[in-house]
């Protein structure tokens, strides 16, 4: 059972590279995702398990920290993202751009 993590909303137990991590880090304090040395969270990938973790505030206890609605914001964001590929480049989203004529 090595490896293994346990889901902070339904208690699932698997290995952790299945779950969200989500880190306090030490000692600045500050919530991050995925790396970083602290007090870790796991949190599977699903809706359900979001809207639990965020509406019983299971991350903030799990975590013994304040976390701000950004980052659910920043989980549900994730969520809504297809993992295995992400887009390649951001370019797209961003309206078009002359670039500085040089002279
Ligand atoms: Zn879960």
């Known amino acids: ?14 290995p952790k590279d299945a779950f969200w991590r989500v880190v306090r880090v030490h000692p600045e304090g500050q919530i991050q995702f995925d790396e970083g040395m602290g007090r870790s969270a796991y949190l599977c990938p699903t809706a359900d398990c979001l809207r639990v973790a965020q509406k019983k505030n299971r991350l903030g ?5 304040a ?26 989203d961003l309206p078009p751009r002359t670039p500085p004529l040089e002279i």
Do not use: G, T
């Open 61 to 65: 206890r799990s975590l013994k920290a």
């Open 1 to 14: 059972m090595k490896n293994y993590r346990r889901c902070i909303s339904c208690r699932k137990l698997a």
């Open 67 to 92: 976390v701000a609605p950004i980052i659910y914001q920043a989980l549900w964001q994730r969520l809504a993202e297809p993992q295995a590929n992400p887009p390649p480049a951001s370019d797209a």
